[in-house]
């Protein structure tokens, strides 16, 4: 079977995608592909970025922002892609009062989501991390207010409660609708430059490029996946390789715990993005 690259890309003409956290990585060179496949692409974020884009200010860590964002879009978007994120950050909280790394990676793409998909038409992806695997999520305590702060911990946590998410949206979209995770494998980005964990950049046989990091991402936003699908690296562990549609752990497919944490989630930021 031929391994899935940008060179087996539909024609993504007359469609339009957002694009979170564009400035690089794996999020960049998302747009750019899907740019060149013909899409009208939307990049979101903070500051500007060069290429064939559209650009709009979008703070996913700030729910000000997420709502202007979100209150200025007008007409319908095909393909809305949730992959701004930071990693292994020190604690620090946002303007909401949140924690900063939790608010960035998941609290932002939740509201985002829910107020951007009276626009969406197609589907939705969310970008996890197979570090999922090693969360112990607290559902009594999602924002890190009584439990000692642990950066890495915080970030496993924040990225099994982007899979949970997919499975509850999935459950509550219609009109064929779909809610998908991708995760890159361990990609050589600029996402953990300023941590110890930047070590795994220089151990090429651990990691793949950027460029393939980004494949699942692109593969999850074009091709014919099913609702829910979890989309990563076809190699040893999921680490790198190409495209394929793989299992979140067994802790991700869990329907209970996905609909207390909608139900936790909407209790803390509900309230917050009217």
């Given at each position: 079977?031929?391994?899935?690259?940008?060179?087996?890309?539909?024609?993504?003409?007359?469609?339009?995608?957002?694009?979170?956290?564009?400035?690089?990585?794996?999020?960049?060179?998302?747009?750019?592909?899907?740019?060149?496949?013909?899409?009208?692409?939307?990049?979101?974020?903070?500051?500007?970025?060069?290429?064939?884009?559209?650009?709009?200010?979008?703070?996913?860590?700030?729910?000000?922002?997420?709502?202007?964002?979100?209150?200025?879009?007008?007409?319908?978007?095909?393909?809305?892609?949730?992959?701004?994120?930071?990693?292994?950050?020190?604690?620090?909280?946002?303007?909401?009062?949140?924690?900063?790394?939790?608010?960035?990676?998941?609290?932002?793409?939740?509201?985002?989501?829910?107020?951007?998909?009276?626009?969406?038409?197609?589907?939705?992806?969310?970008?996890?991390?197979?570090?999922?695997?090693?969360?112990?999520?607290?559902?009594?305590?999602?924002?890190?207010?009584?439990?000692?702060?642990?950066?890495?911990?915080?970030?496993?946590?924040?990225?099994?409660?982007?899979?949970?998410?997919?499975?509850?949206?999935?459950?509550?979209?219609?009109?064929?609708?779909?809610?998908?995770?991708?995760?890159?494998?361990?990609?050589?980005?600029?996402?953990?430059?300023?941590?110890?964990?930047?070590?795994?950049?220089?151990?090429?046989?651990?990691?793949?490029?950027?460029?393939h990091g980004a494949l699942p991402l692109l593969y999850a936003a074009t091709e014919d996946v099913p609702g829910n699908a979890y989309v990563g690296p076809d190699g040893f562990a999921s680490i790198k390789g190409f495209p394929a549609v793989r299992l979140p752990s067994r802790a991700?497919?869990?329907?209970?715990?996905?609909?207390?944490?909608?139900?936790?989630?909407?209790?803390?930021?509900?309230?917050?993005?009217?």
């Amino acid at each position: 079977m031929s391994k899935w690259t940008t060179a087996s890309m539909r024609d993504m003409s007359g469609r339009t995608v957002v694009v979170t956290g564009a400035g690089r990585g794996i999020g960049l060179i998302t747009a750019t592909e899907l740019a060149r496949a013909g899409a009208r692409v939307v990049v979101a974020g903070r500051k500007p970025v060069p290429g064939p884009f559209e650009y709009r200010h979008l703070d996913v860590s700030d729910l000000g922002s997420v709502r202007a964002f979100a209150g200025q879009w007008t007409g319908g978007l095909d393909v809305l892609v949730n992959n701004a994120g930071v990693m292994d950050v020190p604690a620090s909280r946002t303007r909401d009062g949140l924690d900063l790394q939790t608010a960035t990676n998941y609290f932002g793409l939740w509201a985002l989501t829910n107020l951007m998909l009276p626009h969406v038409t197609d589907r939705v992806v969310h970008v996890s991390s197979q570090l999922h695997r090693r969360a112990k999520l607290d559902l009594d305590d999602l924002d890190w207010q009584s439990r000692p702060y642990h950066p890495l911990q915080a970030y496993q946590d924040s990225k099994l409660a982007v899979v949970l998410f997919s499975l509850a949206l999935q459950r509550r979209l219609g009109n064929g609708v779909r809610s998908i995770v991708a995760h890159p494998g361990i990609a050589r980005t600029g996402l953990v430059g300023h941590s110890w964990m930047d070590v795994i950049n220089r151990v090429p046989f651990l990691t793949q490029d950027a460029e393939h990091g980004a494949l699942p991402l692109l593969y999850a936003a074009t091709e014919d996946v099913p609702g829910n699908a979890y989309v990563g690296p076809d190699g040893f562990a999921s680490i790198k390789g190409f495209p394929a549609v793989r299992l979140p752990s067994r802790a991700g497919r869990d329907e209970a715990t996905a609909e207390r944490l909608w139900t936790a989630t909407e209790a803390l930021v509900g309230s917050l993005v009217p």
